[in-house]
């Protein structure tokens, strides 16, 4: 019994409790116990503590907390014994950055406990270790469940430090715990969700490089029809041009695409039709033709050699051209992107301005494709592109897609 014929262990948990409301690290984050204190230079009536459930778990007599707390140097009771309050001798701390940093240096993670532990339990496993001024129990957000981890803080960093060293506290009920120092919990847990962060990152960037490799290689395994590119050599060096090349081999078939570099000897075409070999059945026509002179393709005097691509080769033509296409319509989006809409602070931007300015001031040169008729094929990316040898050629085409102006400069 203690000196107020009261059993001294329920004085012991009255006290305790009581100088846990008003201690320094519950009252900075008690936000209904501040407005209490407010309410009366400090005071907070009794009924209004005994509304806490720790409390009431404890004891219901105020009388009992009166005798609990009257020697206390933390908690003053009223003279009518109906209120209490913190003593105003000791001056409430700073809610700020340094108080929280230095309440950081004596607190200790502790985690291992089993869902159904108690406070009750914890607080006497770890009585025996310090004096604790606050414990905190991690519950799950949804279902308020106990996560069996703890940040325990204690009255002075040694006794924090000692307590995450002793070999006496490694377990609790046979159960081995984890102990370390919040700063130290922190610091782990910030490296492990770099970590998390980064593996996330570089696990999405594989999905993605996966999706741009699978739709790449669907890009390459090209669907096509076989027999419609025509490659032919044996042209002359000058006064050749896609015009006359297609005014030629139209008379055998329409001829959708071609590819020819000025002062060059070799072209390859290929021909429109819905139909497999078209470009068979082109050369077909071109033999029989040929039989009715000397038996040989001519073309403005000098015998061509024509041939039908097939297997790799044909594959390779394919391959390219889908990959030059694909490349040349992501250009397009991009430089659409650039100009934007209604200007961007840019001239020529929105509702098509500056088009023909950029026609005429780009000078590469171009395949023609009646297919895409008036497209460019830029450098570097195009099949076969030409490089035209003489200064300021300009090229009138005329296809079935309409009439389309070919622009071609490069150095002498």
């Given amino acids: ?216 290689d669907a890009h390459s395994a090209v669907h096509f029809l076989k027999g419609q590119v025509l490659q032919v050599t044996g042209l002359p060096t000058e006064n050749v041009t896609i015009a006359l090349l297609k005014e030629f081999f139209n008379k055998y078939a329409p001829v959708a695409y071609a590819v020819y570099e000025q002062g060059s000897s070799e072209a390859s075409l290929r021909f429109q039709s819905s139909e497999e070999n078209a470009a068979v059945n082109a050369l077909e026509k071109m033999n029989e033709a040929a039989k009715e002179t000397d038996g040989k393709i001519q073309f403005q005097g000098h015998e061509l050699q024509c041939k039908v691509l097939e297997g790799e080769e044909e594959e390779k033509y394919w391959a390219d051209f889908t990959k030059n296409k694909s490349a040349k319509d992501a250009r397009g989006y991009q430089s659409h992107n650039r100009r934007g809409g209604r200007g961007n602070n840019r001239r020529g931007g929105g509702r098509g301005g500056g088009r023909d300015r950029d026609f005429r001031n780009n000078k590469r040169a171009r395949v023609d494709d009646d297919e895409n008729a008036g497209e460019e094929e830029s450098d570097g990316n195009g099949v076969k592109k030409p490089k035209v040898e003489v200064d300021d050629v300009k090229q009138e085409v005329k296809t079935e897609a309409g009439e389309v102006k070919t622009e071609v400069k490069t150095e002498a």
């Fill in 1 to 216: 019994m203690s000196s107020n014929g009261q059993d001294s262990d329920l004085n012991a948990k009255i006290l305790k409790q009581l100088e846990y409301y008003f201690g320094d690290v519950n009252l900075q984050r008690d936000k209904f116990l501040q407005d209490e204190m407010k309410k009366d230079h400090g005071w907070v009536p009794l009924d209004v503590l005994l509304t806490f459930n720790r409390l009431k778990q404890i004891t219901t007599d105020k009388a009992a907390i009166v005798a609990a707390v009257k020697d206390s140097e933390l908690v003053d009771v009223s003279e009518d014994s109906e209120k209490v309050r913190r003593n105003p001798a000791v001056p409430i701390p700073e809610n700020s950055l340094e108080f929280w940093q230095e309440v950081k240096t004596r607190t200790v993670y502790i985690k291992g406990f089993p869902p159904e532990t108690t406070l009750d339990d914890i607080m006497e496993f770890l009585k025996p270790h310090g004096d604790i001024v606050n414990v905190i129990m991690r519950r799950l957000k949804e279902s308020r469940a106990f996560k069996g981890s703890i940040f325990a803080t204690f009255k002075d960093k040694e006794s924090a430090e000692d307590f995450v060293k002793s070999e006496g506290t490694q377990k609790f009920k046979d159960i081995d715990l984890i102990r370390m120092m919040q700063n130290d919990y922190w610091a782990k847990e910030i490296a492990e969700n770099k970590e998390r962060k980064a593996a996330e990152k570089a696990l999405k960037n594989q999905k993605k490089n996966e999706t741009r490799k699978n739709t790449d």
